[in-house]
């Protein structure tokens, strides 16, 4: 097998391994790196139709140790992800922690209207780092 097919392989089975991993948790709430003052996770806001495009459009969650569960911080309100990058991100499947959609709502308009109704970026790394962190 040539060098290019191999790599296309791996490729595939990497993509169809990081799919599946996301698709089998119907919350679509993650964990994802925290610091030692403040656990993170994620909100999968549309992971049906994220199996046909591949754009996963996310909110990250902070709240500091020690602080009460309704005082949580909006790290993003939006991110659009690639499966690849979403893959690298998320640690554990988590049962709780999702919020009220209103702040994710207003800022996925906001990325829809970019490059004439195209949409804005979309991040290909990980989460921590398109949040520049």
């Given amino acids: 097998m040539g060098a290019v097919a191999c790599l296309m392989l791996v490729g595939s089975i990497v993509s169809w391994g990081a799919e599946l ?47 009460p569960v309704w005082k949580i911080k909006h790290l993003a309100n939006h991110l659009a992800m690639s499966e690849s990058a979403l893959s690298r991100s998320i640690i554990a499947p988590l049962t709780k922690g999702a919020v009220y959609p209103e702040s994710f709502e207003n800022a996925y308009s906001k990325w829809q209207a970019l490059n004439n109704g195209a949409g804005g970026e979309i991040c290909q790394t990980d989460v921590l780092q398109c949040l520049g962190q």
């Fill in 21 to 67: 991993r996301v698709q089998t948790h119907p919350q679509g709430i993650w964990s994802i790196a925290s610091t030692q003052q403040e656990k993170r996770w994620l909100i999968i806001h549309n992971l049906t139709a994220a199996q046909q495009s591949g754009v996963y459009h996310i909110e990250v969650i902070g709240r500091t140790k020690g602080d």
